[in-house]
């Protein structure tokens, strides 16, 4: 199954400013999303982009696909210290199994 | 509370012990996943089953072995444990229609010693 790399790893940002984190894949794809894990807890969905969509907003949060280029950023706008958290793309290659591969992690750190 | 929930949150044990996770969603999600998270923060599938039936089985030792009841609950059981097995278990749950979004537990983090 294929996997997301999220780029870069860590990320440590002042409050508001912008974070940016990227995600590469090695398939195609049928829709790839973002999840957030705070520390000791479980993932939570932010955002679905679909492969025939470009960009998409969601609140603070901007998302990017480039099925071209197999690639996806998360951007974070205005950053505040409750984003400080791990940052995870996962790619759906199948409705038919439902599975989802997930990426590494990105590790932002928000500094007051 | 609508939710995925499951228990114990914390769960330490020998080696070559048997323990099982319990997991529950009330989110009328028809299909259910339990994953691994290890040490590094990599998250790897383990199972799924839509409507009581396997639908993933990674390749998982066969110590692993699920059990789901019913489509609300899908249970972990770990027979002689390892030190390997370390890590924290969560567990998920999603539609098969749709984009497929996961809504995951709380997580169940197993220490073996």
């Known amino acids: 199954s294929q996997q997301g790399e999220e780029d870069p790893q860590a990320l440590s940002i002042q409050e508001g400013e912008n974070a940016t984190m990227n995600c590469s894949y090695k398939t195609s794809i049928n829709n790839l999303q973002w999840y957030r894990q705070n520390s000791g807890r479980g993932l939570v969905h932010l955002i679905l982009i679909r492969s025939n969509e470009r960009e998409k907003h969601s609140g603070r949060l901007r998302v990017t696909l480039d099925t071209s280029k197999k690639s996806s950023s998360l951007l974070i706008t205005a950053s505040r210290a409750a984003d400080t958290a791990s940052y995870f793309c996962?790619?759906?290659?199948?409705?038919?199994?439902?599975?989802?591969?997930f990426g590494k992690g990105n590790q932002v750190v928000v500094i007051p | 509370d609508t939710a995925v929930s499951q228990t114990p949150k914390y769960l330490v044990t020998q080696m070559g012990n048997d323990k099982s996770i319990k997991c529950e969603q009330n989110l009328g999600h028809d299909t259910m996943y339990w994953y691994k998270q290890d040490s590094k923060k990599f998250l790897k599938i383990m199972f799924s089953?839509?409507?009581?039936?396997?639908?993933i089985n990674e390749t998982v030792p066969n110590r692993f072995s699920p059990k789901s009841p019913d489509k609300a609950h899908l249970n972990l059981h770990i027979n002689s444990l390892e030190l390997g097995d370390s890590a924290v278990y969560f567990c998920?749950?999603?539609?098969?229609?749709?984009?497929?979004?996961?809504?995951f537990g709380p997580g169940t983090r197993l220490t073996v010693l």
């Open positions: 998920a749950s999603g539609r098969t229609s749709g984009g497929n979004e996961q809504f």
């Open positions: 996962a790619t759906a290659v199948s409705y038919g199994n439902n599975r989802l591969a």
């Open positions: 089953y839509n409507n009581k039936e396997l639908i």
